[in-house]
């Protein structure tokens, strides 16, 4: 079925459109974005910029996606969006391209993110990813999947959000979250696995210890850093994917990690 448009709405000619796209009272499409099928713009929702959106994703009223870049280092030229499918923007949501001729900030798939929450420039998101009113990724944060942040969370700038973590509400990142924990406070650390989540997400007895593990070597041991990494390489859990994603994810990083309580 063709796209159904609101006589208000402004559609620039280039913009491409698939079947079934909704377009709302007043919204607005720029001339270089492309709408995957079955997509939903609001009232007053606008996408513009080198963005291209997937199938099935739903913009609310006065969200800004593929708007320019904050990066005072933007030289000009084209930087782009991309979105996965079936995201959710909810209301007063910016999402921004990159800062670099031809780069892409990237979304993947299945994200929801609620009211007046900012993803930065040439951010990497993943899948899954449910982002809480008024919180914020600075540019070029890399979020894996199924993370959780709370309400009025803020990230610094290059930091990494490992997979199945959750931070709690109004905390301040600056650095890296290794995977499938807990972090809460100003500046955040590390309170406790993700025990909850993780079990809600089907995790197994046999993968829960293989996390607890990696957690209780890293944050509880007290060895240092050099110490725990030598001891997890030789650990029994060492084989198992979960402990060697968390193994891999803190020793590549380049900020540190958030410390423990």
């Not at 709408?35 to 099935?56: Q, S």
């Not at 009211?115 to 979020?143: E, K, N, P, T």
Request: with cysteine; proline share 4%.
């Amino acid at each position: 079925m063709a796209a159904i448009i609101h006589p208000t709405a402004i559609v620039e000619p280039g913009a491409q459109l698939g079947a079934d796209v909704q377009v709302g009272a007043y919204a607005f499409v720029g001339p270089q974005a492309v709408l995957g099928d079955r997509c939903i713009l609001h009232h007053h929702a606008n996408v513009e910029g080198r963005t291209t959106l997937g199938p099935e994703c739903e913009v609310f009223p006065f969200t800004c996606i593929g708007t320019k870049t904050h990066d005072l280092k933007y030289a000009g030229g084209e930087p782009g969006l991309r979105i996965g499918a079936r995201n959710v923007f909810r209301e007063y949501v910016s999402v921004h391209g990159a800062t670099k001729a031809e780069e892409d900030t990237v979304l993947g798939d299945d994200n929801v993110l609620l009211a007046y929450a900012h993803i930065a420039h040439d951010c990497r998101v993943g899948h899954h990813l449910v982002m809480s009113a008024q919180s914020a990724l600075a540019g070029h944060v890399v979020v894996e999947d199924h993370v959780n942040i709370g309400w009025g969370v803020g990230v610094h700038q290059f930091c990494r959000l490992g997979a199945y973590v959750m931070l709690g509400g109004m905390s301040k990142i600056v650095q890296d979250v290794p995977p499938f924990l807990i972090a809460d406070g100003n500046p955040a650390i590390a309170r406790s696995i993700n025990k909850v989540g993780l079990e809600r997400h089907g995790f197994t007895p046999a993968r829960m210890e293989a996390v607890k593990q990696a957690f209780r070597i890293f944050y509880r041991s007290g060895l240092n850093r050099t110490q725990a990494f030598e001891h997890m390489h030789r650990h029994a859990q060492a084989p198992h994917a979960d402990f060697q994603h968390f193994l891999n994810f803190v020793e590549r990083s380049e900020r540190g990690v958030i410390a423990g309580r």
